[in-house]
């Protein structure tokens, strides 16, 4: 049941989806692996949601050259609190009323199915496909949705992995190069591909709207281009 200040809080989004929504978005469970220049505003927003429970997933602390996109990051925190104990300090703050795990740490065959057990959509905010694999096979195991995003420079792209129902991030994507040691991007492009992210969490878990399903968004903002590519 939700709180009448949560009823208060969640005003404008329970015009959308309703009371029944809004409860739906609490009870959920939500991994957001990588909380850097995606993770930060997937989190955020997921947290202004009232997602009841995010866990936030990184093995990295802060770096200077981070500040420019990773928002939930700051001066502070450069060189001493890894990014999923930077990020839970203000996101708790920021709403006091949902619950925050964090896990320090790489994800692995071995730790996987205990960091991830029991989440009902997994968010991959990382920058290599290695992990992002890794996500897959986990999520088509256990037919737990998966929300890809990557950023490079200006451009994005973000597709929603359903498993039985779309293709894998192995099919969509069955050719990748190793990942670059440093590539150029601007804050405003994650923070454009990372809020979309968290909306496609939101409609998987209300059932508003038409997730990106065999779908591909590509965008440029250089040029505000939107294409979006069938993959059946």
């Not at 104990?85 to 703050?93: F, N, P, T, V």
């Not at 991830?116 to 037919?143: H, K, M, P, S």
């Not at 190069?177 to 909306?199: D, N, R, Y």
């Amino acid at each position: 049941m939700l709180s009448e200040k949560e009823i208060e809080r969640y005003d404008r989004q329970i015009m959308i989806f309703g009371k029944e929504g809004q409860e739906k978005l609490k009870s959920s469970k939500v991994a957001i692996v990588g909380v850097g220049g995606l993770g930060s505003p997937v989190a955020y927003y997921l947290a202004a949601a009232g997602i009841g429970m995010l866990i936030l997933i990184d093995e990295q602390e802060p770096e200077l050259s981070n500040l420019n996109r990773q928002i939930l990051h700051w001066d502070e925190d450069i060189g001493k609190n890894p990014k999923p104990i930077s990020a839970k300090w203000k996101l708790e703050r920021f709403n006091p009323d949902i619950e925050i795990e964090t896990f320090v740490g790489r994800l692995s065959e071995e730790n996987i199915d205990r960091v991830l057990e029991g989440v009902d959509v997994i968010v991959d905010c990382l920058d290599n496909f290695e992990t992002r694999f890794l996500l897959d096979d986990y999520a088509q195991r256990n037919r737990v949705p998966l929300v890809h995003g990557a950023v490079e420079g200006t451009f994005g792209q973000v597709t929603t992995v359903v498993p039985g129902v779309t293709k894998s991030l192995h099919e969509i994507f069955p050719r990748v190069g190793k990942k670059k040691e440093k590539f150029p991007i601007l804050g405003a492009t994650a923070g454009v591909v990372g809020s979309i992210q968290a909306m496609e969490v939101m409609k998987l878990l209300t059932g508003i709207g038409e997730p990106l399903l065999n779908k591909l968004l590509i965008i440029d903002l250089a040029f505000n281009t939107f294409d979006v590519v069938e993959l059946r």
